[in-house]
């Protein structure tokens, strides 16, 4: 099995503390769906700064999953809370290296 990296970008932060936890309900109930496909449920992504004329990504997030290919992967953000509030995901295959 791959890991593949979803990179979160853009989305509507919620308007309140109820719609808040109703937000965090969403995403606990999809790791729960995705069970042991989540490696690394990740992290809101905060302060950046972009070193030798690298373009900032504009990403706001990230989480790290296990599939069985690409296609597989992409079909697993189906329902995904990022995507309710408007957000779009990248979804990235990373490459072991041997050590």
């Known amino acids: ?9 853009g989305g509507a932060p919620p308007a ?30 905060g302060a950046r700064h972009s070193v030798a004329g690298a373009p900032a990504s ?3 997030g990230y989480s790290i999953i296990q ?4 296609g597989e992967a992409v079909r697993l953000t189906e329902g995904h809370p990022h995507l309710m509030s408007g957000g779009a995901i990248e979804v990235l295959e990373t490459v072991p290296i041997p050590m």
Request: proline share 4%; net charge negative.
């Open 16 to 45: 309140d503390e109820e719609a808040g936890k109703k937000v965090m309900e969403a995403w606990m109930a999809y790791f729960g769906r995705m069970g042991p496909k989540i490696v690394d449920g990740g992290a809101p992504l």
């Open 58 to 60: 504009g990403a706001s």
């Open 1 to 9: 099995m791959a890991k593949f990296l979803y990179l979160y970008s």
């Open 67 to 70: 599939a069985d290919s690409l």
